[in-house]
């Protein structure tokens, strides 16, 4: 089962920014928490993932909670071209092997 | 950034016959692939745990005598879907994973849009 848990909708406003929120309350010490984005008909695309501190990369921020139960993907403006279903994943160790489990995501609408 | 080339991006099959995609990790070495199926507008289901020269390992529900898995070198994984039937029609992804120290990421294939007669 997937560890974390998103809205499966948002709206955003083209150039406003957007947060994108994500529980993991079962997240373990050592799991990174990674964001991929996914465009219709495509593989998903690797946006940031993190620990404990907060990152910044070209694409995105991505601000952890500081007890990890919870981070949020900061989109700083948004464009038509971020218009994606977004995952938020954990990787999955309970079975002995690592593996990454998709959850729900969200979708993004971007507003012209 | 890493690359990850899935051949072929879509086919058509008739029922009965046999399809294999390809997934290569182009600039680096993977021990561990994944491959996920998907249908429209639904999630990513993991399919299997693909490791390079050892048996894959599949996820509940999913037949591994179907869905064959071959990982018999480190940039190179391969998916077989024997005597494929309509019910099998799915966008078939593959990831391999790059570790770096403690640090690791998933690379994604572009899919593949696979749809049976």
């Known amino acids: 089962d997937a560890k974390t848990t998103q809205p499966n909708s948002m709206e955003s406003n083209e150039e406003e920014p957007v947060h994108l929120p994500c529980n993991h309350s079962?997240?373990?010490?050592?799991?990174?928490i990674h964001w991929y984005r996914q465009l219709p008909s495509q593989g998903p695309e690797y946006v940031i993932h993190?620990?404990?501190s907060n990152v910044n990369n070209r694409m995105a921020s991505l601000a952890i909670a500081e007890d990890r139960k919870s981070s949020t993907l900061i989109l700083h403006r948004a464009t038509l071209r971020d218009a994606a279903v977004y995952y938020c994943?954990?990787?999955?160790?309970?079975?002995?092997?690592?593996?990454?489990?998709f959850g729900t995501g969200t979708r993004l609408k971007v507003l012209a | 950034g890493a690359v990850v080339s899935q051949h072929p991006s879509w086919v058509i099959c008739k029922s009965g016959t046999s399809v294999k995609i390809e997934c290569r990790s182009l600039?680096?070495?993977?021990?561990?692939m994944f491959w996920y199926r998907q249908f429209p507008k639904q999630s990513l289901m993991l399919m299997a745990t693909?490791?390079?020269?050892?048996?894959?390992?599949?996820e509940q529900g999913v037949e591994k005598d179907k869905f064959l898995i071959n990982h018999a070198s480190l940039t190179l994984s391969t998916l077989t879907v024997t005597s494929a039937h309509p019910e099998d029609s799915s966008f078939y992804i593959c990831?391999?994973?790059?570790?770096?120290?403690?640090?690791?990421?998933?690379?994604f294939g572009s899919g593949t849009q696979l749809s049976v007669l």
């Open positions: 990831s391999a994973r790059r570790i770096r120290g403690s640090n690791e990421k998933l690379f």
């Open positions: 079962t997240i373990s010490g050592t799991d990174y």
């Open positions: 994943i954990l990787r999955d160790s309970t079975s002995g092997t690592y593996k990454y489990i």
């Open positions: 693909s490791n390079e020269g050892s048996k894959a390992t599949y």
């Open positions: 993190g620990l404990t």
């Open positions: 600039d680096f070495q993977a021990t561990t």
